[in-house]
């Protein structure tokens, strides 16, 4: 009698890659900081583009004085916000990660 299905082999992520919540976010050296009320303003020293964060993302600049983890921003958000869902934190919070990364304000550490 013929056995069963056979499981498909997983393929293995490679382990040069660490896992996105485990890359600790920081500020780049190219970016100049003021306020503005409660928003943040960040002026990048080589594209001389401005960029103004809502008051939550102003926060979340506070606390990338030090680099952190995605896992330690997601966690600092809800102890501030409880009411927010863990996945739409984990979403809200990579969102404006990526934003950051892709304007060269912020700077990720393996």
Same mark, same amino acid.
């Given at each position: 009698m013929p056995a069963g299905p056979r499981p498909c082999k997983r393929e293995?992520? !490679? %382990?040069s890659a660490p896992e996105l919540n485990e890359v600790r976010v920081g500020h780049s050296g190219n @970016?100049? *900081?003021s306020t +503005? =009320?409660?928003?943040?303003v960040l002026?990048?020293?080589?594209?001389g583009h401005a960029l103004v964060l809502n008051p939550t993302g102003s926060w979340i600049w506070t606390l990338? @004085? %030090? !680099? *952190?983890?995605?896992t330690g921003l997601v966690a %600092?958000? /809800? /102890? $501030?916000? !409880? +009411? #927010? !869902?863990?996945?739409q934190a984990e979403r809200d919070v990579t969102a404006l990660l990526?934003?950051? $990364? *892709? /304007? =060269? #304000?912020?700077? *990720?550490?393996?």
């Open positions: 293995e992520e !490679p %382990e @970016v100049l *900081t +503005a =009320g409660d928003r943040v002026y990048h020293r080589r594209s990338l @004085v %030090e !680099p *952190t983890s995605v %600092e958000l /809800r /102890r $501030r916000h !409880p +009411a #927010v !869902p863990l996945d990526d934003d950051l $990364r *892709t /304007r =060269g #304000v912020v700077e *990720t550490q393996p």
